[in-house]
């Protein structure tokens, strides 16, 4: 069996990630994952069941009031949820089924996690805005997952219509370089090239509200902080996730309006109008 090394395993890391996983998972996730590789023989498929395992642990926990301890599983379950990617990509052992089978489990546990948090505070409380908690969560992470594949296959095809123009438009004439005493960028804008500079040498993606960021809010931060802390948190980490979705649906529109997709007669019974 090949000795796998640190910098092995940092290879296999996503180019892009949440900063939550980014910072908060990946220091583990990576060490652990390099333990796994050298000295056992699980498959990633094995640690996309055993993630699921975990995050039922975790529902269950919830359901019965225990939130310190449903918050530390769903930690777990989701580190060991990054790690089979890992594995896969370190041991070139990944498969088809492996991608569904690491999508779908990961609906099932947030489903499972909202309900089971939502069932637990309601029988405490007898408030239904737990209730309407639970339904919250699960209908915004189905909405995020749902859009997201979708946004990106508009943008396939945008791109692909834009690549296809662009040939038929001839040469294009390169971007002349600043030229002395021409006016420099505003200061504002030279922050921003900054901030993501920062974000891109972190490996940070730049929409910093996604559905991890979401889940980790509700089903780890909330819970370790206190009841209390459930609805607010919950509250405002499901604005900010709306709010990011709907700038990103504001973003493919403005890309889809600069280059319009018109579907060849091939791609129109894949793409909708």
């Known amino acids: 069996m090949r000795a796998y090394s640190l910098n092995d395993v940092h290879a296999t890391r996503k ?13 583990v996730a990576c060490r652990l994952t390099l333990l796994v590789a050298n000295h056992t023989a699980v498959t990633p ?11 039922m642990g975790s529902a269950v926990c919830f359901a019965f009031g225990q939130l310190v301890a449903g918050a530390a599983l769903f ?32 609906r099932i546990r947030v489903v499972c996690c909202a309900i089971g948090l939502a069932f637990g505070q309601y029988v405490a409380t007898g408030d239904v805005a737990y209730i309407m908690l639970g339904a919250g969560v699960a209908v915004l992470d189905l909405f995020r997952y749902v859009n997201a594949p979708q946004m990106k296959r508009v943008r396939e095809v945008v791109k692909e219509n834009r690549l296809e123009s ?28 900054r901030f993501g500079r920062f974000l891109v040498r ?48 504001y973003r493919m529109w403005l890309f889809t309006r600069a280059a319009p997709a018109v579907p060849r007669p091939e791609n129109a019974q894949r793409v909708p109008v």
């Open 166 to 193: 662009l040939a038929n438009a001839g040469p294009v004439v390169p971007r002349q370089p600043r030229q002395p005493g021409q006016p420099r960028a505003p200061r504002s804008l030279t922050l921003r090239r």
């Open 75 to 106: 930690y777990v379950s989701f580190m060991v949820d990054c790690m089979d990617g890992k594995i896969a990509r370190l041991k070139e052992t990944g498969t088809a089924f492996g991608l569904w089978l690491d999508y779908v489990g990961d």
């Open 202 to 249: 972190h490996r940070v993606r730049s929409h910093l509200i996604s559905g991890i960021e979401f889940h980790a809010a509700v089903f780890v931060v909330a819970p370790l902080i206190g009841v209390a802390a459930l609805l607010p948190v919950s509250i405002v980490a499901g604005t900010l996730l709306l709010v990011n979705e709907v700038f990103l649906i």
């Open 45 to 55: 498929n094995g640690l996309t069941r055993l993630s699921l395992v975990l995050g």
């Open 15 to 27: 180019r892009r990630d949440s900063w939550w996983t980014v910072f908060m998972v990946d220091p």
